[in-house]
């Protein structure tokens, strides 16, 4: 299902229902297409808020007629599968073909419409359709009065089947033709399950829909005949509404669709993934993705749940969407994996991520990959304003959604629309080296908010931004950790002994990225060891670093120089059974890291640029928790430096020198000196907790685009 009349239908060919997919089987004349407009574009609306809802459409129509709708009703929503032909037709809207496997038991037995048309013509009652285009059917009008044995046993005689509805339309089909019977073949087929389904009709000719076990809504300006027809079956629901007001309403009762949210969070991922099919949350208790859980999500406690709804990006089929974990507000847009490659692997990563981390010179810029970005932000755009109520607060988060404020604002200007950034925020000049950075800027002076972990940060994006004709306002609000839980986890763990009594381990925790300089610590290190050969044996650097998803290219070369980097150390100045690097690629527990975080004498954090930098947060909050004699080594270039400066060991990867004189420092420390310095940094992290932080940007959010509204532009304050 698509979300306009001109969007692109799905890709690919029939495929096996997911487990919980649904599936909506509509007429169109009387049920979709019935009702006043409001009620045509609140069942859109809700259509589109649930990609996973499958829509069939099962009509009198033709194809050709049925494009005629798409084409020109934007209210009509897009199907996968069309029934035409009062089910003597079977279209996959993918591509508007003919399914001959589903068709062609169908039209069995069908003597042809020029035999019909023959046998028929001695009835002159019978007034045949000239301007209805038909397939596999023969069509007239028919007066009620009209309507005889004589008439019925004579399309009998032919081997066919009829159709008499509205007291109007009488329909010659083949003898296993029908809704009912098309509709059936494609359950088989996509092993659609009866309670997974609701068939929604007004007429006669949607009976046999209501005869498969499935559930049913019949309009309230259906006819009679029919809801004599159904009157007996618990699965049909009879509202006194009408056309699409009904079908709206059956959806609602049976809990397939929900109401637009006051708040809706965009983010490119959703928190919680997917893995051999089943949802798995993150293992840690930081990050964004738990933050947002713990405000949005079931267990949310301080000012209450919020009325929310976490719109995010899957590369799975939408039937996902009917599974989410329990209680999580979660609505997915599904994606092509190919489009979510040249989207996330190549534009994000490949153009935009360069610039944020001040690594101009590896910006690749590739047309038909910035192509895919618009259009997934196009998508995430309409996808958030069709779960956004009315004046709703949209938060944004990251470079991922660049384009989306610009979109968003062009046709819900009703919306308040904010953006935090968890990444570095680049230098004007920096900037304005993307090819793109035009456009980026036009969407991004459309936001009512932007935030920050650090002032620096904001100072960037104001300076982007000088000289727009609109800025946002500005807010600095670092996110923190959950220190009770991850001190109380530190508590519990047993001591641990895995460095050895005489071993020194430095260690580090972050993903592959070049942004981290995992390279340039490999070689201060080794220039350590060769100045230092008193360490050799007594030291080990543990490098705990993650690969990204797969697809990534652009951290190609830096594993592949790391991994070499890794390799000669080790090989250079290995002995007996010891070597200076111990490389652990994966992703680990977080219970496992913070075993780490307490068997390590240091914690080095080298980036070239970064947003917080949680993991620095956990770890001095492991040790403080336990009482340990850990010490922080620090990027001054990660967000986290401008709340220890003065006070940490700060360093910068960018000169070798530094970062060997830092490690050294550190080492040279006392276990006292080094329980005290994790003590005093401990101390003034006194960042709000996860929760407060989430609420404090919502609410700010919302009073900038108020503020907006009174005086015509955003203010601009940090």
């Given at each position: 299902?698509?979300?306009?009349?001109?969007?692109?239908?799905?890709?690919?060919?029939?495929?096996?229902?997911?487990?919980?997919?649904?599936?909506?089987?509509?007429?169109?004349?009387?049920?979709?297409?019935?009702?006043?407009?409001?009620?045509?574009?609140?069942?859109?609306?809700?259509?589109?808020?649930?990609?996973?809802?499958?829509?069939?459409?099962?009509?009198?129509?033709?194809?050709?007629?049925?494009?005629?709708?798409?084409?020109?009703?934007?209210?009509?929503?897009?199907?996968?599968?069309?029934?035409?032909?009062?089910?003597?037709?079977?279209?996959?809207?993918?591509?508007?073909?003919?399914?001959?496997?589903?068709?062609?038991?169908?039209?069995?037995?069908?003597?042809?419409?020029?035999?019909?048309?023959?046998?028929?013509?001695?009835?002159?009652?019978?007034?045949?359709?000239?301007?209805?285009?038909?397939?596999?059917?023969?069509?007239?009008?028919?007066?009620?009065?009209?309507?005889?044995?004589?008439?019925?046993?004579?399309?009998?005689?032919?081997?066919?089947?009829?159709?008499?509805?509205?007291?109007?339309?009488?329909?010659?089909?083949?003898?296993?033709?029908?809704?009912?019977?098309?509709?059936?073949?494609?359950?088989?087929?996509?092993?659609?399950?009866?309670?997974?389904?609701?068939?929604?009709?007004?007429?006669?000719?949607?009976?046999?829909?209501?005869?498969?076990?499935?559930?049913?809504?019949?309009?309230?300006?259906?006819?009679?005949?029919?809801?004599?027809?159904?009157?007996?079956?618990?699965?049909?629901?009879?509202?006194?509404?009408?056309?699409?007001?009904?079908?709206?309403?059956?959806?609602?009762?049976?809990?397939?669709?929900?109401?637009?949210?006051?708040?809706?969070?965009?983010?490119?991922?959703?928190?919680?993934?997917?893995?051999?099919?089943?949802?798995?949350?993150?293992?840690?208790?930081?990050?964004?993705?738990?933050?947002?859980?713990?405000?949005?999500?079931?267990?949310?406690?301080?000012?209450?749940?919020?009325?929310?709804?976490?719109?995010?990006?899957?590369?799975?089929?939408?039937?996902?969407?009917?599974?989410?974990?329990?209680?999580?507000?979660?609505?997915?847009?599904?994606?092509?994996?190919?489009?979510?490659?040249?989207?996330?692997?190549?534009?994000?990563?490949?153009?935009?991520?360069?610039?944020?981390?001040?690594?101009?010179?590896?910006?690749?810029?590739?047309?038909?990959?910035?192509?895919?970005?618009?259009?997934?932000?196009?998508?995430?755009?309409?996808?958030?304003?069709?779960?956004?109520?009315?004046?709703?607060?949209v938060w944004l988060h990251d470079y991922n959604l660049w384009l989306v404020p610009g979109l968003l604002k062009d046709h819900r200007p009703d919306l308040a629309v904010g953006l935090f950034h968890h990444t570095p925020f680049p230098d004007p000049r920096t900037f304005r080296s993307l090819p793109v950075a035009g456009q980026l800027l036009s969407s991004l002076a459309r936001l009512d908010w932007a935030g920050f972990h650090t002032a620096a940060f904001a100072e960037n994006f104001r300076g982007v931004l000088s000289g727009a004709p609109r800025t946002p306002r500005i807010g600095v609000h670092p996110l923190g950790i959950d220190r009770p839980a991850v001190a109380a986890l530190a508590r519990s763990r047993p001591a641990?002994?895995?460095?050895?009594?005489?071993?020194?381990?430095?260690?580090?925790?972050?993903?592959?990225?070049?942004?981290?300089?995992?390279?340039?610590?490999?070689?201060?290190?080794?220039?350590?060891?060769?100045?230092?050969?008193?360490?050799?044996?007594?030291?080990?650097?543990?490098?705990?670093?993650?690969?990204?998803?797969?697809?990534?290219?652009?951290?190609?070369?830096?594993?592949?120089?790391?991994?070499?980097?890794?390799?000669?150390?080790?090989?250079?100045?290995?002995?007996?059974?010891?070597?200076?690097?111990?490389?652990?690629?994966?992703?680990?527990?977080?219970?496992?890291?913070?075993?780490?975080?307490?068997?390590?004498?240091?914690?080095?954090?080298?980036?070239?640029?970064?947003?917080?930098?949680?993991?620095?947060?956990?770890?001095?909050?492991?040790?403080?928790?336990?009482?340990?004699?850990?010490?922080?080594?620090?990027?001054?270039?990660?967000?986290?430096?401008?709340?220890?400066?003065?006070?940490?060991?700060?360093?910068?990867?960018?000169?070798?020198?530094?970062?060997?004189?830092?490690?050294?420092?550190?080492?040279?420390?006392?276990?006292?000196?080094?329980?005290?310095?994790?003590?005093?940094?401990?101390?003034?992290?006194?960042?709000?907790?996860?929760?407060?932080?989430?609420?404090?940007?919502?609410?700010?959010?919302?009073?900038?685009?108020?503020?907006?509204?009174?005086?015509?532009?955003?203010?601009?304050?940090?």
């Amino acid at each position: 299902m698509g979300s306009t009349a001109t969007a692109q239908p799905h890709e690919g060919p029939p495929r096996l229902a997911a487990p919980g997919e649904r599936v909506l089987v509509t007429d169109l004349d009387g049920t979709l297409l019935a009702g006043d407009e409001d009620s045509r574009r609140r069942l859109k609306q809700a259509l589109d808020r649930h990609p996973d809802i499958t829509v069939v459409y099962a009509t009198g129509r033709s194809l050709a007629s049925v494009r005629t709708v798409l084409a020109e009703e934007p209210l009509a929503p897009w199907p996968r599968w069309i029934i035409a032909d009062v089910g003597a037709s079977v279209i996959d809207a993918a591509d508007m073909s003919h399914s001959q496997p589903l068709e062609g038991p169908l039209r069995t037995g069908w003597p042809g419409r020029r035999r019909v048309r023959r046998a028929l013509s001695r009835f002159p009652q019978l007034v045949p359709q000239e301007a209805v285009a038909q397939q596999g059917r023969c069509s007239y009008y028919l007066d009620p009065e009209h309507l005889t044995d004589e008439i019925t046993t004579a399309a009998e005689g032919l081997g066919c089947s009829w159709t008499y509805s509205a007291d109007r339309y009488f329909d010659v089909l083949p003898p296993r033709a029908g809704k009912g019977p098309a509709l059936r073949g494609l359950m088989r087929s996509l092993g659609w399950a009866p309670a997974h389904l609701l068939v929604a009709g007004d007429s006669l000719n949607d009976l046999s829909l209501f005869r498969l076990g499935a559930h049913g809504v019949v309009v309230g300006n259906a006819e009679p005949a029919l809801v004599a027809g159904v009157a007996a079956d618990p699965l049909v629901h009879r509202p006194p509404l009408v056309g699409a007001a009904a079908v709206l309403h059956a959806l609602e009762r049976l809990d397939w669709v929900r109401s637009p949210k006051r708040v809706v969070v965009g983010y490119h991922r959703a928190p919680w993934q997917r893995y051999g099919g089943r949802w798995r949350q993150p293992s840690s208790p930081n990050g964004i993705l738990p933050t947002l859980v713990s405000v949005l999500g079931p267990g949310a406690g301080g000012g209450g749940r919020l009325d929310a709804v976490w719109a995010a990006a899957t590369t799975e089929d939408a039937a996902t969407a009917s599974t989410v974990p329990p209680g999580l507000p979660l609505a997915l847009l599904p994606l092509p994996s190919g489009q979510w490659a040249r989207y996330f692997h190549r534009a994000c990563k490949e153009t935009l991520w360069p610039a944020l981390t001040a690594q101009p010179h590896l910006i690749r810029h590739d047309p038909a990959d910035w192509a895919e970005y618009e259009a997934v932000n196009a998508a995430f755009a309409r996808h958030i304003s069709a779960h956004a109520a009315h004046r709703a607060t949209v938060w944004l988060h990251d470079y991922n959604l660049w384009l989306v404020p610009g979109l968003l604002k062009d046709h819900r200007p009703d919306l308040a629309v904010g953006l935090f950034h968890h990444t570095p925020f680049p230098d004007p000049r920096t900037f304005r080296s993307l090819p793109v950075a035009g456009q980026l800027l036009s969407s991004l002076a459309r936001l009512d908010w932007a935030g920050f972990h650090t002032a620096a940060f904001a100072e960037n994006f104001r300076g982007v931004l000088s000289g727009a004709p609109r800025t946002p306002r500005i807010g600095v609000h670092p996110l923190g950790i959950d220190r009770p839980a991850v001190a109380a986890l530190a508590r519990s763990r047993p001591a641990s002994t895995a460095g050895g009594p005489q071993t020194t381990v430095i260690l580090s925790v972050e993903r592959l990225d070049y942004a981290k300089a995992p390279v340039h610590k490999i070689h201060a290190l080794a220039e350590l060891l060769d100045g230092r050969p008193d360490l050799r044996g007594r030291l080990r650097y543990r490098l705990v670093c993650p690969p990204p998803e797969p697809g990534i290219r652009a951290y190609d070369s830096t594993r592949a120089e790391l991994e070499r980097a890794i390799d000669e150390l080790n090989g250079r100045l290995r002995s007996g059974g010891w070597e200076p690097v111990e490389y652990i690629p994966r992703t680990l527990p977080f219970e496992e890291v913070v075993d780490h975080y307490l068997a390590a004498d240091v914690f080095w954090v080298a980036s070239l640029a970064d947003g917080m930098n949680l993991t620095a947060l956990e770890y001095l909050t492991a040790q403080d928790a336990t009482g340990g004699p850990g010490v922080l080594i620090l990027s001054r270039h990660a967000g986290a430096a401008d709340y220890v400066k003065g006070h940490a060991l700060l360093t910068d990867p960018r000169s070798r020198h530094d970062l060997v004189e830092k490690l050294a420092t550190a080492l040279a420390m006392t276990p006292e000196q080094r329980r005290a310095h994790t003590a005093r940094l401990a101390g003034l992290l006194t960042i709000p907790d996860p929760a407060e932080w989430a609420r404090g940007i919502i609410d700010a959010i919302g009073e900038a685009a108020a503020v907006g509204e009174v005086s015509g532009r955003g203010a601009d304050r940090s």
